[in-house]
Nanobody, 119 residues
Framework: QVQLVESGGGSVQAGGSLRLSCAAS????????MSWYRQEPGKQRELVAS???????NYADSVKGRFTISRDNAENTVYLQMNSLKPEDTAVYYC?????????????WGQGTQVTVSS
């Protein structure tokens, strides 16, 4: 129903920047919220940032002022610009989208991309 392709992860030193992308494709009518989550080994997946179809954003306190979420509705793509990265930002980052298919709403996850920040 929905295919999500993530890119942009990698390794960077503390203070550096990375930009994640997640492109959605499939047979959906529209995309509502698009979000980024992250998960460290042995820990629960946590919300990093989300953006509504109208552009409203929400951030975890730990990333406010450093990360920026944005979306290109024409390309069905969500981005996460990560600046001033810290070692504690190291995790697998997953995008999540809420889509409308027919009269129903569905959520789906990307495959995850590793972000490693060294001190």
């Amino acid at each position: 129903q929905v295919q999500l392709v993530e890119s942009g992860g990698g390794s960077v030193q503390a203070g550096g920047s990375l930009r994640l992308s997640c492109a959605a494709s499939g047979s959906f009518i529209s995309i509502n919220a698009m979000s980024w989550y992250r998960q460290e080994p042995g820990k629960q997946r946590e919300l990093v940032a989300s953006i509504t179809s109208g552009g409203g954003t929400n951030y975890a306190d730990s990333v406010k002022g450093r990360f920026t979420i944005s979306r290109d509705n024409a390309e069905n793509t969500v981005y996460l610009q990560m600046n001033s990265l810290k070692p504690e930002d190291t995790a697998v980052y997953y995008c999540h989208v809420d889509v409308r298919i027919g009269l129903s709403q569905y959520g789906d996850w990307g495959q995850g991309t590793q972000v490693t920040v060294s001190s």
